[in-house]
T-cell receptor
Framework: DAGVIQSPRHEVTEMGQEVTLRCKPI?????LFWYRQTMMRGLELLIY????????DSGMPEDRFSAKMPNASFSTLKIQPSEPRDSAVYFC?????????????FGPGTRLTVL | GENVEQHPSTLSVQEGDSAVIKCTYS??????FPWYKQELGKGPQLIID?????GEKKDQRIAVTLNKTAKHFSLHITETQPEDSAVYFC????????????FGIGTKLQVIP
């Protein structure tokens, strides 16, 4: 299994630009999570999808952030317009919800730098 | 909501010594407690987990203990090696259904050769 795949691994952009982060979950998993990691706040859950449907987006910072999951094998997290305070590492994780094996498996992350 | 506190934030041990990281949680309904290891430049990876129906679980050099009454759980690493150096996160969640996981702030472990 290839694990959770994220792209790009690194993104440097200027303030005001649109940023799109991509995630391919583990095949067969039905839950997908987007997290943001910073030194100050640690790992924060941004949004959770189950069977491609957004279930909890209470962690999305503001309207500049949006996430989609058009099918079971792809999700995007978009920031428009980006700001320097959005600089962080963004992780995607997937799991198989509803059975005992509900461990979340994380991707390698995307390091975002907004100048 | 759930709140997970983790300490210490940093821990340095000599190679071969043991390391202990402790966490407390607030929601007595939580029943699943995973531990993740994050190496530099990588995502967190599950190393061990424990469910509320057991008090201890061991996997080679790592073990976790859970005290549901006191709402705390701990990670124990014995015979530490330099490759154990990483950031370790504890977490708590309710297994099944919408299993929002709440993470601790992390412990940076340094094993000194």
């Amino acid at each position: 299994d290839a694990g959770v795949i994220q792209s790009p691994r690194h993104e440097v952009t200027e303030m005001g630009q649109e940023v799109t982060l991509r995630c391919k979950p583990i095949s067969g998993h039905n839950s997908l999570f987007w997290y943001r990691q910073t030194m100050m706040r640690g790992l924060e859950l941004l949004i959770y999808f189950n069977n491609n449907v957004p279930i909890d987006d209470s962690g999305m910072p503001e309207d500049r952030f949006s996430a989609k999951m058009p099918n079971a094998s792809f999700s995007t997290l978009k920031i428009q317009p980006s700001e320097p305070r959005d600089s962080a590492v963004y992780f995607c994780a997937s799991s198989l919800t509803g059975v005992s094996a509900d461990t979340q498996y994380f991707g390698p992350g995307t390091r975002l730098t907004v100048l | 909501g759930e709140n997970v506190e983790q300490h210490p934030s940093t821990l340095s041990v000599q190679e071969g010594d043991s390391a202990v990281i402790k966490c407390t949680y607030s929601d007595s309904a939580s029943n699943y407690f995973p531990w993740y290891k994050q190496e530099l430049g990588k995502g967190p990876q599950l190393i061990i987990d424990i469910r509320s129906n057991v008090g201890e679980k061991k996997d080679q050099r790592i073990a976790v203990t859970l005290n549901k009454t006191a709402k705390h759980f701990s990670l124990h690493i014995t015979e530490t090696q330099p490759e154990d150096s990483a950031v370790y996160f504890c977490a708590a969640s309710l297994s099944g259904g919408y299993q929002k996981v709440t993470f601790g702030i992390g412990t940076k472990l340094q094993v000194i050769p």
